[in-house]
């Protein structure tokens, strides 16, 4: 399955995006899907799971401000960002979840002060 992460640009602090991870095929069989995150200089970073049965966990850093939602009828998993912040910049990655699938290009996410 191919995973493709749209949605990312430049935001003021304060702002909202939504982005959005279109799969190749169906994506029911798939237990977990994730959002992780990766800022220059730093590791990749775990921000979302969500879970076949709507099940979500959260990164402490961006709890009460993301929201991960899984449509499985339209083979997508979109993440909500809202009261973005100048440090949740980075290349976000949308990918199973604990899996050795390969990651794709992500989509860059840039929060200005």
């Known amino acids: 399955v191919q995973l493709q992460a749209s949605g990312g640009g430049l935001v003021q602090a304060g702002g909202s995006l939504r982005l959005s991870c279109v799969a190749s095929?169906?994506?029911?069989?798939?237990?977990?899907l994730a959002w992780y995150r990766q800022a220059s200089g730093k590791a990749r970073e775990e921000v979302a799971v969500?879970?076949?049965?709507?099940?979500?966990r959260y990164a402490a850093s961006v709890k009460g401000r993301f929201t991960i939602t899984r449509d499985d009828a339209k083979n997508r998993v979109d993440l909500q960002m809202n009261s973005l912040k100048p440090e949740d910049t980075a290349r976000y990655y949308c990918?199973?979840?604990?899996?050795?699938?390969?990651w794709g290009q992500g989509t860059l996410v840039t929060v200005s002060s």
């Open positions: 095929r169906s994506i029911w069989d798939i237990d977990a």
């Open positions: 969500v879970t076949r049965g709507g099940g979500t």
């Open positions: 990918n199973i979840f604990q899996s050795a699938h390969p």
